[in-house]
Structure formats: C-alpha cells, structure tokens
C-alpha cells in the first residue's frame, strides 16, 4: 500500500477518534451539568478553601472541621469527609476573585479562564511548529479525556501545565530566572515540579535554580503566614490519612507506576510488594531520565525539546499521588515530540510510525472511562511508559551519532 494511502487512511481512523472523544466528554459534561453546579467535582475546594482566606479563617483552613462546615452547605455527600483541600495555601489567592459569586457562575468562569489558557498554551506550542493542521491538532488537545476531565472537575491542571511550558519557552529564550520563577509557582503541587528542578540541577542552571530556591521560599513564608505552623500540621495530617480513603484516592485508579502495580500485584495480599515495586521503578525511571539531561546544555538543540518531554511524561509516571486530570500535562510531551517527528529530524527510523500508531492509543475514545469504572486506570501507564521508551530511544540514536560525527 503507498504511503500516501497509509497516511490518508491513519488521518482518517485518528480524526474518528478525535470526533467520538469529543461527543462522547461533550455528552457526560452535558449530563452533569447540574452535578457539577450543585457542587461535585474538585472545584469545590478551590471555592471554599477562599471563602475561609475570605473569612479571616486562615488559620483553620487546614482543620477539617472547617472545611467540612463550608462544604456541608452544598448538601453533596462526601461520605466520612469532605473533600479536602491540600494544596499550598498561596494557590488560593487565584480564587479569591470567586468567593462572593455563586458557586455555578464561579465555577463557570474558572473553566472559561482555563479555556483561554489552554488556547493560548497551543498557540504557543502549535504556532512554533508551523503545522497545516493547527486547527486539528488544537480540537484534538481539547477533546482528550484528561482535558476534558480537568474541566468537568474544575481543576488546576491546565494551570500546572502552563507553567511547565512558561518553563520550557523561557529556557528557549535563554531566560533562566524566568523558568526558575514559573516553575516554583507550580509548587502547590510540588510531585509536579520537583522532578523538573532535578533536571536544571544535572543542566547546571545555577541562576534559574537560584530564582526556583528563592521563590520557592517566599511561597513557603507566605504559606506559613496565612496558616500559621499549626496549620502546617493539619495539612500534613490531611496527606497522611487521605490513604484511608478510597473514594478521595484510589491508587488503582493512579494512571502511574504506582497505580499499575496496584493493578498488576493485589495490594490486599501484596501491599508491600507493590510499594517496593513502585519506588525501585519509580527510582529507575528518574535516574535515566536524569542521566539523559548530562552533558552541554543547549536549548536550541532539537534534542532539548526531547528531553523536557521526557522530563514531563517522567513526572507523570513516578508522581505518588496522579489523578486522570493531571494526564493532561503529558499533552506538552506529545505535542514535542510531534514537533520534532515532524520535522524529518528523526534518528531512529521506526520513530515516526510507532509514535503515530501510540497517539491512537492515547485517544482511544471511551476507555479510559471504563478502566475508571473498573478501578483498573492505572493501565494508562503503559503508553506513558511507551511514549518514554520512544523518547529515550530517539535521545540515545542522538547521542551516539553527535559522538559519531566528533
């Protein structure tokens, strides 16, 4: 068969799975409409974790008590707890602006802020690769499962994911401070950003880790002074237990290393092979992908835009604590290295084929919400893992040819 053929016919199967992914979360967004404004979802705690800043509560912001008093007026059942908010205190000044709106309409404008910051993340992204099918590649980011999730739950992921490109678009430009800066504002959800502060260690970009370090201080002092050290017990009581409960966090619904061992071994009877299986893998993984970022830094090698998506889909996999939204920011690694398939760069030259045959797997319409069903989502690990082999592969060809050619 041709190419051309072959390439028609893949367009073809992958534009059907983008259109039935987006129907399909168009659909169950559509159907819990009213859900979603009575108060189910995450976004619940973003709304009355301000109230209480608001309230000059900051102090009890932590207290579960607190929380649960100001979730209890939405009358949605949380069984044994309400939903806690566990995030660095400093994020809630970005909701603020919402407390004295009512919960549907705030909730509809923070999914109208993200909408704007998703379109401006792919103009950033899409437009730099100077694709023909911008348009398409847009409509398929917004029909993916994570991102429609992010949105039916009124999450902070989207927001997570700007900042890591703020990050790689700085260090592009060569501005370090500026990527130090953008990366420690994602430390409301440190698993997120740690990873990446170990990359720019083993690069040696001692001045945008020293903006990171700084910044990241300030953030903690600010934190401490809105709830006081009392108040950082509580937080770290509410991580502690959230274990407890299942129907916060179920880590055989992690689409993680975590999550697929818990799915692979029985954590009933193999609790604690499971959690060894995860650390020693979780271990593995960062360590080749931080042996991967030696050598020369030089953002403007086609090879750094591999590594930061190794970087991000490296994150995802080893994160203790991943929800099904938090996939979303392995949109950025997808898009990377779609740029770079694209650009006839590829060393390795099976690259393109096997990462075109993966993007079917990601868009798979339907399933994800199956394995969530069936408490088996820590699967999706596997084509994270894939995408990570793909990129490795592609990064050592590049090595050993660079070596080749000195």
């Excluded at 694709?131 to 991102?147: C, D, K, L, Q, R």
């Excluded at 408490?375 to 084509?383: H, I, N, T, V």
């Amino acid at each position: 068969m041709p190419d051309k053929a072959i390439a028609k016919g893949y367009r073809l199967v992958f534009a059907a799975f983008v259109a039935a992914s987006l129907i399909f979360h168009l659909a169950i967004l559509w159907e819990s409409r009213r859900e979603i404004a009575a108060g189910y979802g995450d976004f619940i705690i973003f709304y009355t974790g301000a109230q209480i800043i608001a309230d000059g509560k900051s102090r009890e912001l932590f207290k579960i008590e607190t929380q649960n008093a100001y979730q209890a007026k939405f009358n949605v059942p949380q069984l044994e707890w309400p939903l806690p908010f566990n995030h660095a205190p400093y994020e809630l000044f970005l909701f603020l602006p919402f407390v004295h709106l009512s919960y549907p309409l705030a909730h509809a404008l923070w999914s109208g802020a993200n909408l704007i910051l998703l379109v401006i993340m792919l103009r950033w992204l899409v437009c730099y690769d100077s694709s023909p099918h911008s348009f398409f590649i847009g409509t398929a980011v917004f029909a993916w499962f994570p991102t429609m999730e992010a949105f039916r739950m009124g999450q902070d992921s989207i927001l997570s994911a700007a900042l890591l490109l703020g990050v790689f678009v700085s260090l592009k430009r060569k501005r370090d401070g500026w990527a130090g800066f953008l990366l420690a504002l994602g430390l409301y959800k440190p698993q997120l950003v740690m990873p990446m502060a170990g990359a720019l260690v083993i690069a040696r970009l001692w001045y945008g880790l020293a903006v990171f370090t700084i910044t990241g201080v300030m953030l903690v002092v600010v934190s401490l002074t809105m709830v006081g050290v009392q108040g950082a017990f509580d937080l770290a009581s509410i991580l502690g237990s959230m274990g407890d409960y299942l129907f916060i966090i179920n880590p055989r619904n992690m689409p993680n290393i975590r999550g697929l061992s818990y799915v692979l071994l029985d954590p009933d009877n193999f609790a604690f092979l499971a959690g060894a299986a995860t650390i020693a893998i979780s271990v593995a993984l960062y360590a080749l992908c931080l042996y991967l970022w030696r050598g020369k830094f030089d953002a403007g090698d086609p090879v750094f835009d591999l590594r930061f998506a190794l970087v991000v889909a490296t994150t995802v996999l080893i994160c203790y604590h991943l929800y099904a939204h938090d996939l979303f920011l392995v949109a950025l690694s997808l898009i990377l290295l779609f740029r770079y398939v694209n650009s006839g760069q590829a060393a390795h030259r099976t690259l393109p084929g096997a990462y075109y045959v993966l993007l079917l797997i990601f868009f798979l319409p339907v399933v994800p919400r199956y394995l969530i069903a069936s408490r088996a989502f820590g699967w999706g690990a596997l084509p994270i893992l894939l995408l990570c082999s793909l990129l490795v592969v592609e990064i050592v060809h590049n090595e050993r040819n660079s070596s080749s050619l000195s």
